[in-house]
């Protein structure tokens, strides 16, 4: 990534996933990068898409490309931590992440390496 490392995705929640537990990650995110969710959407039909951008989280442009890969890489151990958490309670994370030109990756399936991969790119 680049100097102004930038990471933009699509969280979309299936609407049978438990509430409580969608907050509690929206929770968990909201500490490491902007959330924002489109406000049209249809309850207990559609996906409750969110949007997840991190700069680095709070870098900018006078941050370094180090730092900025750092915050990145603790925003991607902390949703793995999330859906570890998730399980113990034997709850599936009904979650997809979904990005513009790369295919979809399903946290109810992916391996940890593969969340690291798909969100380092």
């Given at each position: ?104 990756l399903d946290l109810r399936t992916?391996t940890d390496e593969e969340i ?6």
């Amino acid at each position: 990534m680049s100097m102004n490392q930038v990471t933009s995705f699509k969280l979309a929640i299936s609407p049978s996933f438990p509430t409580y537990e969608r907050e509690m990650l929206l929770a968990v995110l909201k500490n490491e990068a902007t959330i924002k969710t489109p406000e049209e959407r249809v309850f207990s039909i559609d996906d409750y898409i969110v949007i997840v951008t991190a700069v680095g989280a709070t870098i900018g442009a006078i941050g370094t490309a180090a730092k900025a890969t750092k915050e990145i890489g603790e925003l991607i151990e902390k949703i793995i931590e999330w859906r570890k958490r998730l399980r113990k309670k034997a709850i599936e994370p009904e979650i997809k992440l979904e990005r513009s030109g790369q295919d979809s990756l399903d946290l109810r399936t992916a391996t940890d390496e593969e969340i690291r991969r798909w969100l380092s790119l």
